[in-house]
T-cell receptor, first 115, second 109 residues
């Protein structure tokens, strides 16, 4: 089984709809992240969480919200989706020890299309 | 803030060597990562540098110069499966990685 899973894998929705993307991990990591990836723009950080109930804004948090109710789950919501939120969304996790090479482990991605 | 720059696209021939450069300007520095990402897939970790010098892992090596704000990823004995995007990510003072826009590497037979 995959260590970091995302649901759904693909979603097509309409402008104004509320959408929730789910991320679950079995790695036991405290830190979780949400990124979006657009062609030519690389990975941009939306929100991150260092622990349950800890929420921090990233580079592009406007229009998004998150919830971290459990260590293993981190959900991303689009309260009112708009077309420029069409992108590939990745969840990632990493360990908490700052002193080591704690690379991020990424989920398979959710391809979201907003019409 | 952080600024990370890497070439948009590179091409190389199967069996050759290619070097992908990454330059950065950050507020604080706590390591530099390289990831590989095949089209439509998740990024996967390749290497990590926090001290100056070269780290070698099989066909892949990564170099860091903190004073110059510079890193490169060296891929030897290129294979077709190495065609992918290579992402440079810098962990700054906040310990949150910031990614460059990625370099798309195309390997030709």
């Amino acid at each position: 089984d995959a260590d970091v899973t995302q649901t759904p894998r693909n979603r097509i929705t309409k402008t104004g709809k509320r959408i929730m993307l789910e991320c679950s991990q079995t790695k036991g990591h405290d830190r979780m992240y949400w990124y979006r990836q657009d062609p030519g723009l690389g990975l941009r950080l939306i929100y991150y969480s260092f622990d349950v109930k800890d929420i921090n804004k990233g580079e592009i948090s406007d229009g998004y919200s998150v919830s971290r109710q459990a260590q293993a789950k981190f959900s991303l919501s689009l309260e009112s989706a708009i077309p420029n939120q069409t992108a590939l969304y990745f969840c990632a996790t990493s360990d908490q020890d700052r002193e080591t090479d704690n690379e991020q482990f990424f989920g398979p991605g959710t391809r979201l299309t907003v019409l | 803030g952080q600024n990370i720059d890497q070439p948009t696209e590179m091409t190389a021939t199967e069996g050759a060597i290619v070097q992908i450069n990454c330059t950065y300007q950050t507020s604080g520095f706590n390591g530099l990562f390289w990831y590989q990402q095949h089209a439509g897939e998740a990024p996967t970790f390749l290497s990590y540098n926090v001290l100056d010098g070269l780290e070698e892992k099989g066909r892949f090596s990564s170099f860091l110069s903190r004073s110059k704000g510079y890193s490169y990823l060296l891929l030897k004995e290129l294979q077709m499966k190495d065609s992918a995007s290579y992402l440079c990510a810098v962990r700054g003072g906040s310990y949150i990685p910031t990614f460059g826009r990625g370099t798309s590497l195309i390997v030709h037979p």
